[in-house]
């Protein structure tokens, strides 16, 4: 009887020394498995752009809260169902869609756990993101000047979809996953101390 004991109290200080492996390497399997799944999507965004004369697609951002409430955009698993071999007439998105750290059910609310760039609807591909900048200031001479300016982001660097929350824990803070235009995915590069 003490002998069943010890092999007890032995297999309870093994599980417990493997507890906290087995949750990091859940946790490194699911944040491997979003970097997979949003590679797959850049892809089949290119693949929509090869096929719509080089133009993104056009889709909410938040398919649940419209940006213009008079005419509501498809969601982006929609638009690219065709892409990813979604059967026709499904309802909800491709499990492509679907990031196993989604614990926010994203994916059943909004189609998808992956949010969409709405800035680059319809645009061309490879040319990245462009933001127009307006200022006013003056010049040495105190001589008033506006400036107007086009500032465009390098492919690398202009994200196509990220995931909608922090979904993956990282040190310091939990982050997203986030698949740029050329292809890559990455965290999202840091946001700057003031």
């Not at 492996?21 to 590679?39: D, E, I, P």
């Not at 419209?66 to 698993?77: F, K, Q, T, V």
Request: aromatic share 6%; glycine share 6%.
């Amino acid at each position: 009887m003490v002998e069943l004991l010890v092999v007890i109290a032995v297999i309870g200080i093994l599980v417990a020394l493997l507890l906290p492996q087995l949750g990091r390497a859940k946790t490194q399997a699911q944040n491997t498995s979003c970097v997979s799944q949003l590679h797959q999507l850049g892809l089949a965004v290119r693949v929509y752009a090869e096929d719509n004369d080089s133009k993104l697609p056009i889709a909410e951002r938040l398919p649940s809260m419209p940006l213009h409430a008079d005419h509501d955009l498809p969601r982006i698993c929609d638009v690219l169902a065709s892409s990813v071999g979604q059967a026709a007439g499904a309802t909800n998105g491709a499990q492509v869609f679907k990031c196993p750290a989604d614990r926010e059910s994203f994916y059943e609310i909004e189609g998808s756990s992956y949010l969409w760039n709405a800035a680059l609807n319809g645009r061309r591909i490879d040319l990245g993101q462009m933001l127009l900048l307006v200022g006013i200031g003056n010049t040495t001479n105190f001589v008033p000047v506006r400036l107007d300016t086009n500032l465009t982001f390098a492919a690398a660097a202009t994200p196509l979809l990220s995931d909608y929350d922090n979904f993956h824990p990282r040190s310091p803070k939990p982050g997203k996953n986030v698949v740029y235009m050329d292809g890559h995915v990455a965290p999202p590069p840091p946001v700057p101390a003031h």
